[in-house]
């Protein structure tokens, strides 16, 4: 697991892992809910929005995707140039922070 969000009211858990995939978690029982995948590449970082109808997700495949929570659907993704190191959602602007790796 490389990175995990709560949904705003608690009752979820998104996490996002080396296997490509974004999982749902119910935070009360542990219990896996859903798997989005989609990424090709490790996904780094994980964020809910803030009224909880989006998650975000950015990878080493250099794309962020957006997914509608409910149904685990992705919705939109945005294409940068390098692998995205974070991402988050404040008043339901994205930001997005990717880094170019050193050659060492």
Known sequence: MRSVA???DGKHLVSGSCDRTVKVWD???GKE????TGHSDWVNS???SPDGKHIVSG???KTVKIWDSTPGKEVS???????IVCCCVECF???VWSMSR???
Do not use: G, I, K
């Open 77 to 83: 993704v945005l294409f940068c140039n390098c692998p």
């Open 59 to 61: 990878s080493d495949d």
């Open 6 to 8: 709560y949904s705003p």
């Open 102 to 104: 050193s050659a060492r």
């Open 27 to 29: 935070s009360q029982t």
């Open 93 to 95: 602007d994205l930001r």
């Open 46 to 48: 994980v964020a809910y």
């Open 33 to 36: 809910e859903c798997t989005l």
